[in-house]
C-alpha cells in the first residue's frame, strides 16, 4: 500500500518501500510485525514504524492530524507552529533542490509526516535531528521529555511520556 497522505478517514500512511504502518484517526494502530522486527534488529537512522505511528496517533489526540498534538501544559502552541513550520519549509526547499536532504524526504509530504519522521529522528538518530532543526530538537524535548536537553532516557522522562497518550 502507498497512501501518500491523510485520507477522508483519517488515515495516515507511511510511504518507506516495504515498511508499513496505519494509525487510524479514531482508531488502533496497525503495524506490520516483519517491519517492527525489522526496525528493532537493524536500529536505522530516522526509521522506526512503531515510532512513526504512533507520533500520529499523539498528533490526532485533538481530532486532527496535521503536526500539532496538543501540548503539555508550559508549552505555547504559536511556537511550536512557527518552529515546525519553518523547518518543513526549509526540509521542503532541500527536496525540491533535488539535493541531499539532511533528514528523510519523505518528511516533506506533509506537516503531520515531519512530525512523525522527526520523532523518528528524535529517538533514534537525535544528534541527526539537533544538528539540522535545533528548534524541532527542542520543542521535541519538551514535548517528550519535558525538559530541554536530551541525555539518558530517565524514569521521569518516561512518566511524562506515558501522560502523553
Ligand atoms: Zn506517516
Redesign the pocket.
Known amino acids: 500500500m502507498n497512501h501518500e497522505e491523510q485520507d477522508e478517514f483519517g488515515l495516515?500512511?507511511?510511504g518507506f518501500e516495504n515498511r508499513s504502518g496505519e494509525s487510524w484517526l479514531k482508531g488502533p494502530v496497525i503495524l506490520s510485525w516483519e517491519d517492527v522486527r525489522l526496525d528493532s534488529r537493524e536500529n536505522l537512522e530516522g526509521r522506526n514504524v512503531v515510532l512513526?505511528?504512533f507520533a500520529?496517533k499523539l498528533d490526532g489526540v485533538n481530532g486532527s492530524t496535521n503536526g500539532l498534538p496538543p501540548l503539555p501544559a508550559g508549552m505555547d502552541r504559536r511556537v511550536w507552529h512557527d518552529v515546525f513550520v519553518r523547518a518543513y519549509e526549509a526540509l521542503c526547499r532541500e527536496v525540491d533542490s533535488g539535493g541531499f536532504s539532511s533528514i528523510d524526504p519523505y518528511a516533506a509530504t506533509s506537516p503531520?509526516?515531519f512530525f512523525?519522521v522527526a520523532t523518528e529522528y528524535f529517538f533514534t538518530a537525535p544528534l541527526v535531528l539537533e544538528r539540522r532543526f535545533p528548534e524541532v530538537f527542542e520543542q521535541l524535548s519538551l514535548f517528550y521529555l519535558g525538559r530541554v536537553g536530551y541525555s539518558n532516557f530517565l524514569e521521569s522522562d518516561w512518566r511524562h511520556f506515558q501522560s502523553l497518550a
Open positions: 495516515v500512511h507511511q512513526h505511528e500520529h503531520a509526516e512523525a
